[in-house]
């Protein structure tokens, strides 16, 4: 029985409309009726994951309880910073396909042992947890260039997706390989809206499209 996946998003909503989008072109359908049944909350007033860590907890564990009552089975976050709050939306009594745990088994799979990591503090904190659980050593960007990163970060989710954002997303990717990165994250959602594979001459790891592929195998087991 094809499970029905709810979706905690809007943060932003580009970024969730790109998963959904992922989730869509991974689904394998001969009909129309193939397609997962999806429940989607974009919910663009959750509190900023990066400053109020304890209202972002709370929308998070409301709109986990509301896509449970709305038929949800299975939960996925098309935000990596809010999986800094992962129990309080299992907490719904509902399975999570972890967005953190997906990315690091995509970047292992991809051969790399040291990986490059563009995301929040909050998101980094993450992933060199799971990284190390992994067996995976996270290279993350200097203060200064985490700075940066932000600001663009910011950037896009007011909707400047254009060269020069592309550019200065391209050139941080770029010293984290100069790091020793043997493979780069996606550790953020809004970092593929400007970036792509073709940006890096090592593997890049879209973890919202490595999310997207996940949600697919678990709603079809």
Do not use: W
Request: with cysteine; charged share 20%; proline share 4%.
């Amino acid at each position: 029985m094809t499970k029905t996946l709810g979706v905690l998003g809007g943060m932003g909503p580009a970024a969730t409309l790109d998963f959904l989008a992922k989730l869509q072109a991974a689904t394998p359908v001969a009909k129309e009726q193939d397609h997962l049944r999806v429940l989607v909350d974009i919910n663009p007033k959750v509190p900023d994951r990066n400053v109020d860590d304890e209202g972002a907890r709370t929308a998070l564990a409301a709109m986990a309880v509301g896509l449970r009552d709305a038929g949800a089975q299975v939960l996925a976050i098309a935000c990596n910073t809010a999986h800094a709050h992962a129990e309080a939306v299992t907490a719904s009594g509902l399975p999570l396909v972890n967005l953190i745990e997906t990315a690091g088994l995509a970047a292992k799979a991809a051969g790399a042992a040291r990986v490059g990591v563009l995301g929040t503090a909050g998101a980094l904190a993450l992933y060199r947890r799971e990284f190390a659980h992994q067996g995976l050593e996270a290279v993350t960007l200097d203060d200064h260039e985490q700075v940066e990163f932000m600001a663009l970060l910011y950037r896009i989710k007011r909707g400047d997706v254009g060269p020069a954002s592309r550019e200065t997303m391209a050139a941080l990717a770029h010293r984290l390989v100069g790091k020793g990165a043997q493979a780069v994250v996606a550790g953020c959602t809004e970092v593929p809206l400007v970036m792509g594979a073709a940006d890096l001459a090592v593997p890049f790891i879209d973890a919202t499209e490595a999310l997207a592929r996940r949600c697919v195998e678990v709603c079809l087991a």
